[in-house]
């Protein structure tokens, strides 16, 4: 009897579009399992689907490391989700990518957002604020 030696396949390049309603999430998992996020949609939907896809995938071993995110620019449906996943447990292991702050117009949070709270919303002010062509002064509020 001959056998034949059996050749696991390929491990493939994946790329998930996340349905996160209004705005965009992709993740693209290479063939060795490193990974890389390219916007986490609006608030809320970080956890769901975001969080709980990249738990699944790392448990079951097509996620070996989220090492890159990328943000392409400031809109809450972009950027929004971003903290759930890394409050979720995924920090990306070697960077973050935005936009820059080239064209963003000076934001005082204090006149373009009342009532909002900064100690807790500190941390958005590095983020800058889009140019008003692109979105509003509430949409921005939202992020925090």
């Known amino acids: 009897m001959l056998a034949l030696p059996v050749f696991a396949a390929p491990p493939k390049l994946s790329i998930i579009h996340f349905d996160v309603n209004v705005g965009d999430a992709t993740l693209i998992i290479s063939p060795d399992g ?33 090492d890159h995110v990328i943000v392409t620019h ?24 935005d936009r820059g702050n080239e064209g963003l117009r000076e934001f005082d949070p ?19 604020v889009p140019p008003l062509d692109h979105c509003s002064d509430k949409i921005t509020c939202q992020m925090g």
């Open 34 to 66: 490193h990974g890389v996020l390219i916007d986490a949609g609006d608030r809320g939907r970080g956890k769901d689907p975001i969080v709980e896809f990249l738990t699944r995938a790392t448990s079951d071993g097509r996620l070996v490391s989220l």
């Open 74 to 97: 400031y809109d809450s449906d972009h950027l929004g989700g971003m903290d759930e996943v890394i409050k979720g447990g995924f920090e990306p292991a070697i960077s973050i990518l």
């Open 110 to 128: 204090t006149k373009n957002c009342p009532g909002l709270d900064m100690p807790a919303n500190a941390s958005l002010l590095p983020w800058g």
